[in-house]
C-alpha cells in the first residue's frame, strides 16, 4: 500500500515555478523519499531524492519539512517537458528495499 | 542508448498461452525489479532479485515466474494468461546501497485478448 499522498493532478504555466506537494504522515525513521517522474509509453525516471535534508540537483530542490512527514519537489522554470506524472515514493525496508508507488500527480504545462 | 532493454516492446497473446518477457541490464547493477502497471492504475511491485537470488516477491499468483540466467537478466514467464494481465511490464535496476536509485526500462505492453 502507498504510503504517500499527494494531488491527482496541478497546472503551471510555462516559466514558473511548481511546488508539487506530498504527504507521508507515517514514514519511519529509515525509509528515504524518492521522486520520479515518468511520461506516457516510458517507464518513470528519478528526479531527486532525500533522507532529512533539503537536496538540490539539475532537475530540482527537494524540500523536507524538519519532522518528515511531508515533502514538497520544486520545479523550477518549468517548460512543456516536464508535463508528466511526479510520483513520491517511499523507500521501505522489509528485510529488502521496495520502492512503493502511488498514483502520483499529473503535472499540466501550458504554454 | 537504453542501458536497460526490455523485449519486446509490445506483444498480443490469446488466453491460456504463454509469454516470456526478456530484460537485460548493462549498467552494472546487482538488482533488478520487475513491476506492472495497468490501465489507470500505480505501478505494482512485483519481484525484486539481488545477485540473481529472489528477495521479494509480492506477486499471488504463481503464473508469473521470473527467471534469472545471468546477471544482468531477468525475464518473467507467464503462463496460462488471463485478459486481466493486460498491462504494461516494467523491469528496473539499482546497485544496493542507501544511496541507491531505480532505473527503469520502457516497458512490454502486453495485451490478452
Known amino acids: 500500500d502507498a504510503k504517500t499522498t499527494q494531488p491527482d493532478s496541478m497546472e503551471s504555466t510555462e516559466g514558473e515555478t511548481v511546488h508539487l506537494p506530498c504527504s507521508h504522515a507515517t514514514i519511519s525513521g529509515n525509509e528515504y523519499i524518492y521522486w520520479y517522474r515518468q511520461v506516457p509509453l516510458q517507464g518513470p525516471e528519478y528526479v531527486t531524492h532525500?533522507?532529512?535534508q533539503n537536496t538540490t540537483n539539475s532537475m530540482a530542490f527537494l524540500a523536507i519539512a524538519s519532522d518528515r512527514k511531508s515533502s514538497t519537489l520544486i520545479l523550477p522554470h518549468v517548460s512543456l517537458r516536464d508535463a508528466a506524472v511526479y510520483h513520491c515514493?517511499?523507500?521501505?525496508?522489509?528485510?529488502?528495499?521496495?520502492?512503493?508507488f502511488g498514483a502520483g500527480t499529473r503535472l499540466k504545462v501550458i504554454a | 542508448d537504453p542501458k536497460i532493454i526490455q523485449k519486446p516492446k509490445y506483444l498480443v497473446a490469446v488466453t491460456g498461452s504463454e509469454k516470456i518477457l526478456i530484460c537485460e541490464q548493462y549498467?552494472?547493477?546487482?538488482?533488478m525489479y520487475w513491476y506492472r502497471q495497468s490501465a489507470k492504475k500505480p505501478l505494482e511491485f512485483m519481484f525484486s532479485?539481488?545477485?540473481?537470488?529472489?528477495?521479494d516477491n509480492q506477486t499471488a499468483s504463481s503464473r508469473f515466474q521470473p527467471q534469472s540466467s545471468k546477471k544482468n537478466h531477468l525475464d518473467l514467464q507467464i503462463t496460462a494468461l488471463k485478459p486481466d494481465d493486460s498491462a504494461t511490464y516494467f523491469c528496473?535496476?539499482?546497485?544496493?546501497?542507501?544511496?541507491?536509485?531505480?532505473?527503469f526500462g520502457h516497458g512490454t505492453k502486453l495485451s490478452v485478448l
Open positions: 528496473a535496476s539499482s546497485q544496493r546501497s542507501s544511496n541507491e536509485r531505480l532505473f
Open positions: 515514493i517511499l523507500r521501505v525496508y522489509t528485510g529488502n528495499y521496495k520502492y512503493v
Open positions: 532525500g533522507l532529512q
Open positions: 549498467l552494472g547493477h546487482n538488482a
Open positions: 532479485y539481488s545477485y540473481q537470488k529472489l528477495m
